[in-house]
């Protein structure tokens, strides 16, 4: 028996610098591990199979909805083994285990973070012997977001999500995700088509971000890390002037000291940062508590 975690994620920056002639966006984003995870558990089997539990996802979760009628084709973690299996010839399968916690299509890497995971797992089930560069490969004819969590922690990412480098690390934060209750349909899509040249940069607030860690890991820490000022989400501006829904959870949760709020990803999900866990159980027990239609979550980063 082997187990694997899949880490959540959030975009620190996210800007997008142009369109490119093959119809893709260039990216230049910052993106971290957090401690909101699923768990991957594989056994030796003659053959493919998943069992997903998705006991933990929040009832509006449409995800289950997907590996309906036991037809998980769809599913990222049985692509990912069949899509490994046929390219290295391997003559067996796998078991595959599928506790699920991080909801779905929230702008927090779930699917993508299982599919690495799966890669990572199998390659030592069945004692392959790849290398992360090989297993990325392998990942991208599934979807540009594995190659950063073959890699995790704190990375810079470019071109149209497939270029990933790892960089100095981040210092422990922690994060108060809330699942705004909205529903997207072709989300990241639709998102992506409201973007237009005004939207665009150079970059320069990733870089900001970038010389900010820098500056503490040179320093070793004597000033601190503190980076709210340097967050940034090209999509809230689309959200704030497409979506009245969310704009007026924003406000809501404005009201509540919860600001700044920044999109995990393509959202709907948020998130606060801070440098105080206690401040962000304070944030979630008391001043969100008598909210049931957000869920909360509480992470820190990881590497």
Sequence with gaps: MICEVAPAKVNLTLEILGKREDGYHDIRSVMQTI????????????????????????????????????????????RAAKILKDETGYPGGALIHLRKSIPSAAGLGGGSSDAAAALKGLNRLWELGLS??????????????????????????????????????????????????????????????????????????????????????????????????????????????????????????????????????SGPAVYYISDDEKELLDLANYRLSGQKKIKKYIARTVP
């Excluded at 979760?61 to 049985?78: H, I, P, R």
């Excluded at 990241?188 to 237009?196: D, E």
């Excluded at 979506?243 to 959870?249: A, G, I, L, M, N």
């Design 132 to 265: 992360a560069d090989e297993l990325i490969d392998i990942g991208a004819k599934i979807g540009s977001d594995i190659a950063f969590f073959i890699h995790g922690g704190t990375c810079l990412i470019e071109g149209r999500g497939e270029i990933v480098r790892t960089v100095e690390p981040l210092p422990t934060k922690w994060f108060l995700i809330l699942l705004i209750p909205m529903m997207l349909s072709e989300k990241t899509k639709k998102l992506y088509s409201y973007i237009g040249s005004s939207n665009y940069s150079e970059g320069e607030k990733t870089t900001d971000l970038l010389n900010k860690i820098e500056d503490y890991h040179r320093d070793k820490g004597a000033s601190g890390c503190p980076i709210r000022s340097n967050l940034f989400n090209v999509f809230e501006m689309v959200y704030d002037n497409g979506y009245k829904e969310f704009s007026q959870w924003k406000e809501y949760t404005g009201r509540l000291g919860l600001e700044p709020l920044h999109l995990a990803g």
């Design 35 to 78: 401690d909101l995870c699923d768990v991957l558990t594989f056994w030796k089997n003659e053959w493919l199979h998943v069992v997903p539990e998705y006991g933990n996802l929040p009832e509006s979760d449409t995800l289950s909805n997907l590996d309906g009628c036991n037809y998980l084709g769809e599913n990222l973690v049985y």
